[in-house]
């Protein structure tokens, strides 16, 4: 039997496809952008990722060209989507998707902060408030667009949406739940008639059924199938958010195990209990053992984003050569970072390219690079952008450790960032904890993909994903590198709190 695995990504889409023991047969990726339409905002509209998700499921299918009927099953997870899709009745957006880059919700982030006791919202949802989650986004909908607002019939998530465009049901799991922050009871694992009525979100507005990751929400409906690829009455899995699904396909179920994934931005998480939770980190249901274990993890808003700025605001000589030579633009600059001795000579960046999520939670921190003079050349600046990228990373470790979450001292990785040597040297080295790359570096999809073949009785228990994992050898923190890092991340922290009411300022 064959299983599908779809992750809806902030800049892509990417589907894989699996056999049983988890060797992957095809997989195809889409890439699109996000709107951008002022400073700190950040908004898709559905349908770009139904089309992606779609037209993606369709290639792997083509090119595999496997029987149909042995496709089991297919689970997609997605992006965390802030507010969701605000839909009407007839399952309509009515407002583009204020996804979790986006910043704009600062009064009601500051109203939530001055009215309700950070301690009332802690206990009752295990986090916390920020423009990052998605109850301060709906706030603003209600606040801007209340036209918008009185027609909202549901908030919809990203996946769920394009699940709903599949088989025509309506549902969300606990991960996307949880995510959504200050309106989900983290104990009672439903949504929080108390926190509703205090926010002034009406519970109506959320989706009433709330699954499993690993349960079956419905069958792909025949005009779907026709579009996409899959036969009619092919199951559709819940799936999760795209950062415990990572996780997930890292191969992480146990206490201590975590997970760094690197992407456009850094979600690093661990697997625990729930009987230790950080203020200043996420926290929420797990993608197997939903009901039972809590995923808990800090992010970091720009990592792969800060490269990829990079490359279109000054790689356009590289573009051409990556092209003319068939190799990736990242592997050039890398190459000419790998010149570059750690610390970058002097350069310190704080990575705050979109305001900051954990643990700092700052709409308004801004992007710093600190420390240039006239002999650091462009290549100083790329290897200062990819460790301020670890020092972030290294930022939300250490609030798990202080919360008292247990960890080892391997650091799996996984993502589009993992596939740079030289980042992840510079991970093990900035942040003391040797990281272990996942060899296939299929991530989301392929944890999608297992949770596919849980839901349709492919696979008997979650421990089967450890046979499908493959790792790399572990790269080692350099001691030496470890205490010039040491001093540039005390910098860091310092320089963050030197500037940030000048960044508010601005």
Known sequence: MYLIG????????????????????????????????????????????????????????????????????????????????????????????LIWMDRRAVEETEWVKKNIPKEEIFQITGNYVDSYFGFPKMMWIRNNEPEIWKKIYKFLTPKDYVIYQMTGQLAID???????????????LNWSDHMCKVLGIPIDYLPEKIVKS???????????????????????????????????????????????????????????????????????????YDTERIYTFGGSATTGAL?????????????????????????LFDREAEQVAPGSEGIVVLPYFMGERSPIWDPFAKGVVFGLSLYHSRAHVYRAFMEGAA???????????????????????????????LWVRIFADVTGFKMRQVASLVEAPFGDAFLAGLGTGVIDKPERIKSWVKYKEAVEPDPESRKIYDRYYEIFLELYTSTSSLMKKL
């Open 214 to 288: 690993s349960e079956v929400v419905g069958r792909i409906t025949k005009q779907a199938a026709s579009l996409c690829g899959l036969l009619e009455g092919t199951p559709i899995i819940a799936g999760g958010i795209d950062a415990p699904v990572a996780q997930f396909s890292a191969g992480a179920l146990e206490e201590g195990e975590h997970v760094a994934m690197v992407g456009t931005s850094t979600c690093w998480g661990t697997v625990h209990d729930g009987s230790k939770l950080a203020f200043g980190l996420v926290s929420y249901p797990y993608v197997v």
């Open 391 to 421: 020092y972030a990373l290294r930022h939300n470790i250490e609030e798990g450790l202080k919360a008292g979450l247990k960890l080892n001292d391997e650091c799996w990785i996984v993502g589009g960032v993992a596939k740079s040597n």
């Open 307 to 331: 490269a990829r700025w990079f490359k279109e605001q000054f790689g356009e000589s590289e573009n051409v050569v990556a092209e003319r030579i068939n190799t990736s633009v990242y592997q």
């Open 6 to 97: 779809s992750d809806i990504g902030t800049q892509g889409t990417k589907t894989v496809m699996v056999d049983e023991f988890g060797n992957v047969i095809g997989e195809a990726s889409v890439e699109y952008d996000v709107i951008k339409p002022k400073p700190n905002w950040a908004e898709q509209w559905p349908d770009v990722w139904v089309k992606a998700v779609f037209e993606t499921t369709r290639q792997i299918i083509d090119k595999s060209k496997v029987d149909r009927k042995k496709i089991a099953g297919m689970a997609i997870s997605g992006l965390f989507g802030g507010a969701g899709i605000p839909v009407d009745r007839n399952v309509q957006p009515l407002y583009p998707c």
């Open 174 to 188: 606990y991960s996307s739940a949880g995510n959504i922050g200050g309106l989900f009871d983290i104990r009672k």
